[in-house]
Every structure is written in C-alpha cells, then in structure tokens.
C-alpha cells in the first residue's frame, strides 16, 4: 500500500472525501462503484468495482474464441482496462488502462466502426500514439442493466482487410452474450 499523506475526516453520515487527484489518477468518477476491503490489522482498501472483471476468465476465453473464429485480434474491456486479449500482444494491451476516446465511446454507448484505411483508428489504450498500427476495426459496447461495463473490439491483422457486416454482427452478438451474463 502507498501513502498519499493525505489525511481526511469522516462527517456525520460516515462520508469521507476521496481528494480530486486521487480520483483522477485511479479514473473514478461520480457514481463509479467502488468494492470496500477490510484487512487484519484495521485497514480500509477501497478498490474501483469493475462488474465484468469478474468475468475475466471467462472472457479470455470468449476472445480467444473470437479471435479464432473471424482471423482478427480480440480485445475485451471492461470500463477501465484490458481484460483480455487474443490474436494480439497480450504483454503490450493486457490490463493497460483504456484511451480517453474509447472510454467516450463506451460513455456515449456508441458503435465504432473503421471500414478502410480512409478512417481514422481508435485508439484502445493510454499508451497508443494516435498511429494507424491497424487498419480496420470494430468496437462494440458492452451493456448491463442499461449501463455500458465495457467492450469487444476487434482489430484487422492485414492492411488489406475491410470490417463489414460480419464482424459488426459477431461483436454485437459478445458484447449482448457478455452484458446477459452479468445480468443473471
């Protein structure tokens, strides 16, 4: 654990104040659910509760399902990181925290779609430079209980491959199957 030197009071309500920079850094927001840890020695760990991080074996094996079936890489995120990754560098993607433009995406619960080498990539981590590595790609948001928990994106591996209907439908139909199960 690492000390912030930050020191704050508890109210009346049992409330305690997260300082603004630590929310940021940790990339909570207003009514993001955080999970309450307690440990032996009376401390208090408050971690981001990511509901499909649950699901993370499960999905490591649902991308490399995908991956297998449609010849592209498969991502799966949840709101904040990398979950799982297939086809692709697991070393270079696996638990990166995900780009500003794609956690937009999943904000605004948008589809994305890169047809050709015309259009711009979304960028799927911090770390991606805005460079065209892939040339075509879908994103699909993830939706429980009305609210986006993540994505399935897929990434073409040749520069010649164009995105069509099929890879809409085959992310569309993860992205549906993982939001049911956190559903159950």
């Given at each position: ?22 929310r ?14 307690t ?19 499960f ?8 991956s ?20 692709g ?36 981590t ?5 460079e ?37 439908k ?15």
């Open positions: 654990m690492k000390a912030t030197g930050v020191v704050r009071r508890i109210d009346d309500l049992g409330r305690v104040v997260i300082p603004k920079e630590i940021k850094t940790l990339r909570i927001k207003e009514g993001d659910p955080l999970e309450i840890f440990e032996k020695d009376g401390g208090i760990i408050l971690r981001k509760y990511s509901p499909i991080g649950e699901l993370t074996e999905a490591t094996g649902y991308a490399e399902t995908l297998k079936t449609t010849g592209h890489i498969a991502f799966i995120t949840d709101k904040d990181t990398v979950i799982a990754v297939s086809g560098s697991k070393k270079e993607y696996l638990e990166q925290n995900v780009s500003d433009e794609l956690e937009q995406l999943m904000e605004d619960k948008e589809v994305y779609t890169s047809k050709d080498n015309s259009d711009v990539s979304m960028p799927i911090q770390n991606d430079k805005k065209k590595r892939y040339n075509a790609q879908v994103v699909y948001p993830i939706i429980s209980n009305g609210d986006t928990i993540g994505t399935v994106i897929l990434l073409s591996k040749e520069s010649n491959i164009k995105m069509n209907e099929v890879e809409n085959v992310a569309q139909s993860a992205a549906t199957f993982l939001g049911s199960q956190m559903e159950i």
